[in-house]
Nanobody
Framework: QVQLVESGGGLVQAGGSLRLSCAASGRTFSSYAMGWFRQAPGKEREFVAAVSWSGATTYTNSVKGRFTISRDNAKNTVYLQMNSLKPEDTAVYYC?????????????????WGQGTQVTVSS
């Protein structure tokens, strides 16, 4: 069983930055792929970024060049650095763990989810 706890959300003006963190329990963190997803009111949960067990990363097009996902296996933590934030980035952000180690772009392949952290970008 893996427990995930997100932090770092908040209110920021457009053009600002936030760094989200997701702390994971368990001894096998390094073998998991980790993903970030987001869900805005009235919309489906969508993929944002993911990092495989080996460190390979993938991003949705709308955040490429602005967001960076990284992992620190020594700290059992994955990060999402978000720069040049836009009002359309406003959502609840969730981290997720995938036991097969693959950086999937769909939420259906992930085994564990955090409770989410709110990100609000004002215009």
């Amino acid at each position: 069983q893996v427990q995930l706890v997100e932090s770092g959300g908040g209110l920021v003006q457009a053009g600002g930055s936030l760094r989200l963190s997701c702390a994971a329990s368990g001894r096998t963190f390094s073998s998991y792929a980790m993903g970030w997803f987001r869900q805005a009111p009235g919309k489906e949960r969508e993929f944002v970024a993911a990092v495989s067990w080996s460190g390979a990363t993938t991003y949705t097009n709308s955040v490429k060049g602005r967001f960076t996902i990284s992992r620190d296996n020594a700290k059992n933590t994955v990060y999402l650095q978000m720069n040049s934030l836009k009002p359309e980035d406003t959502a609840v952000y969730y981290c997720a763990a995938e036991s097969g180690g693959l950086a999937r772009r769909t939420p259906f392949g992930y085994d564990y989810w955090g409770q989410g952290t709110q990100v609000t970008v004002s215009s």
